[in-house]
């Protein structure tokens, strides 16, 4: 009897900061293994998440958003964007229906120009526009590039996602499998916790400390009463940002910390206890020794 043949492939999803690149990635893996936020430059880093079924293997490689970088945390995040562009077998384009065509688009849609590699349109959060406007809208970017599909979704509520895996897996070309059935990332847990606890910053602050800031683990351990013990350290660039942080009486550390810990737990499946300190170092974002200690590592990629 003829065994079926197993397809598997790599496909970096990119665009613009806040197009809903990471909430795409959560819904298709079904977990939440890249935090989201309404801040643009939320994701800093690229995140392999695994789709497995019993004939095929996806790896969407979720990237931080293509901007004009300000320091040099910035230049490492487009470039590790940027070079995915060559180590993938699809590109999914993700762009933001409510925003429409825009120079940060054609700025990447140059930089397609030089890859030979399938590339699909993702128009993303179609739950915000009317059809007309997703007329339109298709009209207006069919003729820019040479895609090889345009495809309408919304990673929020989930329309059309199904047809579009079902798209991809499609022209996946025969391939082996690369990561075990139950893995879903290429990220250890450790970094996951320490994104968590960023995203409940991002979330809880606003305009500069959001994009000051960086979190290290510098503890984990499993305690004999079942529960695991994190401490971590937030890292600021002012003494001011230390202050909003910590916040009134400690509230809003506490509060970071509470919200960190259930996302932590569900992750983990065990009871936490959080430990979180706060730590001033003056303009780590274009110090190439912290960036490389807070985990944007130039060498890595
Ligand atoms: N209405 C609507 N909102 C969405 C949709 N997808 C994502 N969002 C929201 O858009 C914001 C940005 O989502 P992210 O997934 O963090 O965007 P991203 O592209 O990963 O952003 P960066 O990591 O900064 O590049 C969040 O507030 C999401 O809830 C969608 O389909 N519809
Ligand atoms: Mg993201």
Redesign the pocket.
Known sequence: MQQDSFKSGFITII??????????LNRIIGQKI??????????RNTIQGVMTDANSQIIFI?T??IHKPKHKLGDFMVKIAENTLNEVDAILF?INAAEGYGRGDQFIIDRLESVDKPVYLVI?????INPDQLFDLIVEYKDKYNFQEIIP?????GNNVDHLLAVLKEQLPDGPQYYPDDQITDHPERFIISEFIREKVLQQTKEEVPHSIAVVIDKIEQKPNEKVEIHATIIVERKSQKGIIIGKQGSMLKKIGTQARRDIERLLGTKVYLDLWVKVQKDWRNREQYLHEFGYNQDEY
Not at 34 to 43: G, L, N, P, R
């Open positions: 665009g613009r900061p806040n197009v809903g690149k990471s909430t795409f890249a935090i989201m936020s309404d801040k643009a430059q939320t994701t979720d931080p958003g993700m993303n959060k179609i739950d915000q979704i919304s990673a929020l509520e």
